[in-house]
């Protein structure tokens, strides 16, 4: 779908069926916030319990952790975000907006007609300056610079001041990875596109540490693994790419980065980077520290510092690639017959935040409760919705648009020969089912 109006579109369907909602709304919005809705939040769920389902649970060279927001400042001037976490920025001592000196040509001034910022001869651009991305906050009743403290702006840097923790309370050895999940902040200047660039937003990062004559080669298997792993869930053919970065892309301290990235309606993004990070983080704490953070080898009786491949996702951000993949709009008959626009969320059932719909054809003879009967059973599963108001065809076009990938329906057949029908979100296909199957047709669907 290459049309500028479908993000106006999903944006208008995400708001309209509770799975995304701008941030402190009633307030007039805070701009670069989304609150997350009833759908929403499970999607949002859906995507970090596979991704911790697919890396730590089915793994056992992965452990997971949780780490403070709030974390000490040294940890920050170690990392090099107190003196490189910058964009550069540029005001307009006009009408007063900031804007990223590297996207002026992506950004708009706000006069009218719209132009780029310094095209309309009252624009007076500063030159450009470094602006740090990350928030600042105070621990304690004192707000003085001594008790300054930044918001996390990476899960990671709470993974690498653990490692000796996580070494010492465990027998895991090398090689291995810590996997975090968690929301991370930036003062974006330019946070746009719906929830692609916001302010707060959910990672899902690994630092897998491994011998440093090996990084090579698990470099190159997690790359290939991550980026399967949003070809299973549904992105998939050309929407989806991988890209090495080139060696004017990488930081100094990088032997490698290669980005997953996907084709949103504006044009490619990215999901996920993998990178070879060399021993560079461990390197830095050990030095600001003070403390050893050396890893020592029982087999092989050698002290080293190990080498980390990160691969780091955006929760947030895979939300937004997974609705744009899922929104499509195809034709399907209307309750006359008659063939009409049909708006449908194609997500992966895996990811669908709801399993079934359950609906009683009519609001008598027996078929609410027998319907309530299913629904009660299936809940115990997984989630599932009942509506037994409107037109039966209005209930599924409400499914569809909200994800639902299988929508039963009890009739008056059931009552003689226990037999639903199964309506598939995609294909719309209807199945008849006894009701003592339907749990296992359903479960078998679903994990595919
Ligand atoms: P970008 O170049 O888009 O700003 P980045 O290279 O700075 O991203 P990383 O620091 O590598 O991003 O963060 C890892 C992942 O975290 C990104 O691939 C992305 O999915 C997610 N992410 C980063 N910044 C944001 C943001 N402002 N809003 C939502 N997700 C983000």
Redesign the pocket.
């Known amino acids: 779908m290459a049309d500028n109006t479908v993000m106006e579109r999903l944006v208008s369907l995400c708001k309209r069926r509770g799975y995304i909602f701008a941030g402190s709304e009633i307030y007039g919005g805070l701009k670069?916030t989304w609150d997350y809705g009833p759908l929403g939040v499970e999607l949002l769920r859906n995507i970090k319990n596979a991704w911790w389902h697919d890396n730590v649970t089915t793994r056992e060279d992965i452990v997971g952790l949780d780490s403070s927001i709030l974390m000490a400042r040294t940890v920050w001037q170690a990392s090099g975000h107190e003196s490189n976490f910058t964009d550069p920025l540029i005001d307009c001592k006009c009408c007063k907006e900031r804007f990223r000196a590297d996207q002026i040509m992506e950004s708009q001034c706000p006069r009218k007609p719209s132009k780029h910022p310094g095209e309309h001869h009252e624009c007076q651009l500063t030159e450009a300056r470094k602006f740090n991305l990350m928030f600042k906050t105070f621990v304690g009743p004192v707000e003085e610079d001594a008790q300054m403290v930044y918001l996390r702006?990476?899960t990671a840097q709470g993974i690498f001041v653990n490692f000796k923790n996580v070494c010492d309370s465990t027998r895991i050895k090398i090689p291995f990875g810590i996997a975090q999940i968690g929301k991370?902040f930036?003062n974006?200047i330019t946070?746009k596109q719906f929830?692609?660039?916001?302010?707060e937003?959910?990672?899902m990062?690994i630092e897998f540490f491994c011998k440093p004559e090996t990084s090579q080669e698990w470099y190159a298997r997690w790359r290939d693994a991550r980026f399967k792993w949003y070809q299973d869930l549904g992105l998939k053919g050309s929407n989806l790419r991988l890209r090495e970065h080139g060696k004017e892309e990488l930081s100094f301290y990088s032997c490698g980065t290669s980005?997953v990235e996907y084709m949103f309606p504006w044009g490619w993004?990215?999901?996920?980077?993998i990178?070879h990070r060399g021993d560079y983080d461990l390197k830095q704490h050990q030095q600001f520290s003070g403390k050893d953070l050396t890893y020592f080898d029982d087999e092989t009786k050698e002290r080293f510092l190990p080498h980390v491949i990160e691969p780091?996702?955006?929760?947030?951000?895979?939300v937004l690639a997974f609705l744009c993949e899922a929104f499509a709009e195809d034709q399907a008959p209307n309750e006359k017959g008659v063939m009409e626009t049909r708006t449908v969320l194609r997500l992966h059932p895996r990811l669908a935040p709801v399993k079934a719909a359950i609906f009683p054809l009519v609001k008598k003879e027996g078929m609410p409760e027998r319907s309530m009967a299913i629904y009660k059973d299936l809940q115990k599963h997984f989630p599932v919705f009942y509506d037994e108001k409107g037109a039966v065809g209005r209930r599924y076009r409400r499914q569809d648009e909200a994800g639902t990938p299988f929508c039963l329906t009890i009739d008056g057949q059931t009552a003689t020969d226990q037999t639903v029908t199964i309506r598939d979100r995609d294909s719309m296909k209807q199945e008849r089912v006894t009701t003592d199957k339907v749990l296992g047709y359903l479960l078998e669907r679903l994990k595919s």
């Open positions: 670069g702006p990476e991370s930036r974006e946070p929830i692609f660039r916001s302010r937003f959910e990672q990062e980005d993004g990215e999901l996920e980077g990178a780091s996702a955006g929760a947030t951000r895979s």
